[in-house]
């Protein structure tokens, strides 16, 4: 599978600056009636698992391999605003 990396440049500024190095990674949320599935964005190298690297630039990038996204597009996009931005993952196929 080779994935497509999408980085908004206020995102790419934002990751080089917290250490050049992204590891994006299943959270399951349990609910009272569907469980959720969300990506979850951290900011090291992952220690163990099945994960896809992805160079972008001089960033390195962690993706759990089996996250789908649609198209096998992903895009990574910075929100929020000054002490509280953060990476917000977009095209995660969910069902």
Do not use: H, W
């Not at 349990?30 to 698992?49: D, H, T, Y």
Request: glycine share 4%; aromatic share 10%; hydrophobic share 40%.
């Amino acid at each position: 599978m080779a994935l497509k990396v999408k980085l908004d440049p206020k995102a790419k500024t934002y990751l080089k600056k917290k250490g050049k190095t992204i590891t994006v990674s299943r959270l399951e949320v349990q609910n009272c009636c569907v469980p959720i599935e969300e990506a979850n964005v951290s900011f090291f190298e992952p220690v163990c698992g099945n994960y896809i690297q992805v160079k972008e630039d001089d960033l390195t990038i962690y993706i759990e391999s089996n996250l789908m996204f649609k198209n096998d597009e992903i895009e990574l996009k910075l929100i929020g605003f000054k002490p509280f931005q953060n990476i917000q993952v977009c095209g995660l196929q969910r069902f």
